[in-house]
């Protein structure tokens, strides 16, 4: 009956890797039990839809296995391709009346018919801009998207105990070991594909925006200027040396391709702005693998008119030394923010 509330495996399937992040209570804070990452054959996930389930399946017991994984309660996230989120602002009502509104009203939200999609929302409190209002974070995904994503985990022998949304996860993981320190920040995750831009005001998720960037497009470009293959491009991205290329001709692939990224932030920002100019963004957190890309931070340093730094969540966790090595967990850290959030939920948090 009084049952204590247990941490979840966090479970994050991107579309280059598989990542897990498995925590414990520990004081006042948490600690590091487990972490793995295992990479995907290509074409296995795209825009967060699973279409290779037996590649996925093998690359999930392979990670279980090497980790020695014995809880099967995961919290995973859908990718954010696949999420509606919008923040309404209405009067203020109770929380029935507020199920009775949204029942006659969803319809002018939602762009899909409501019996294609799993709805839900939550007040967040009274709107600081008219306190006769309160601010309501709708989310609403397609059930087919859901279903086939939690069908494909659960076939990897998981049960999908909470299933979240990988731009609150990357929210939670920086409200649960940073903390926010300014009233407005906006975290970005760079992976290999995408990236994702969360912007949230005193730790609420108000803006969130998919990019189309990621360091995929820097592998290209290092193949086509260098006249290589895709597969000796990427371990060049990775740290290679190349004969007869200088690391100043190498670093303006970089720089080149990372400012292009800068700029679709910047006109993403700008958007956000227009939107909501009473909130200033005040500080960029930036993350996922390809935030660790030689010269990322320091161009977007360079470009932006706001503080920017690298977040890793493990500076924030503590760690054993017998079983993790530091440096592997500060160059691993920027990788796992979204996996690390998801594991900070809780059984019983449905």
């Known amino acids: 009956m009084f049952t204590k509330k247990q941490q979840l495996i966090g479970l994050d399937v991107g579309s280059s890797y598989v990542k897990i992040v498995q925590l414990a209570e520990k004081g006042a804070g948490f600690k590091l039990l487990n972490l793995g990452v295992v990479p995907l054959p290509a074409g296995t996930v795209k825009e967060g839809r699973v279409l290779n389930s037996k590649a996925l399946v ?37 929380e029935e009346e ?21 709805v839900d929302y939550e007040i967040l409190g009274i709107s600081k801009e008219r306190s006769g209002n309160m601010d309501v974070l709708l989310v609403a995904a397609k059930k087919e ?42 975290l970005i995750d760079i992976g290999s594909h995408k990236a994702l831009m969360c912007i949230a005001v005193r730790g609420v998720p ?21 006249k ?32 292009s990224w800068v700029g679709e932030c910047k006109r993403a920002i700008d958007f956000y702005h227009s939107n909501y100019p009473d909130n200033r963004l005040k500080k960029i957190y ?28 493990f500076e924030h966790i503590q760690w054993d030394s017998n079983g993790f090595d530091g440096d592997y967990l500060n160059y691993i ?18």
């Open 58 to 94: 093998q690359c999930v017991n392979i990670l279980t296995k090497n980790l020695k994984v014995k809880e099967k309660k995961v919290a995973s996230a859908v990718s954010g391709y696949e999420v509606m989120i919008k923040k309404l602002e209405i009067p203020v009502m109770t």
């Open 98 to 118: 507020l199920n009775s509104r949204m029942q006659t009203e969803l319809r002018q939200y939602i762009p899909y018919s409501l019996e294609e999609v799993d």
């Open 145 to 186: 998207s859901i279903r086939d994503y939690v069908n494909a985990v659960e076939a990897c022998g998981l049960n999908v105990y909470v299933l979240d949304v990988d731009y609150f996860a990357l929210n939670n993981a920086l409200e649960m070991t940073e903390g926010f320190r300014e009233d407005c920040i906006a």
């Open 206 to 226: 108000v803006f969130t925006r998919g990019l189309a960037i990621g360091g995929e497009q820097i592998t290209e470009q290092i193949s086509e200027q260098l």
């Open 228 to 259: 290589v293959a895709l597969e000796e491009a990427e371990r060049i991205k990775l740290g290679d040396s190349v004969p007869n290329i200088s690391e100043g001709e190498l670093e303006k692939v970089f720089v080149s391709v990372i400012r």
């Open 286 to 313: 930036l993350s996922g693998g390809s935030c660790r890309l030689p010269g990322l931070e320091r161009v977007f340093r360079e470009h932006m008119d706001v503080e920017v730094s690298v977040f890793n969540p």
């Open 333 to 350: 850290g920027p990788q796992m923010a979204i996996p690390l959030g998801l594991a900070l939920r809780k059984t019983k948090e449905k």
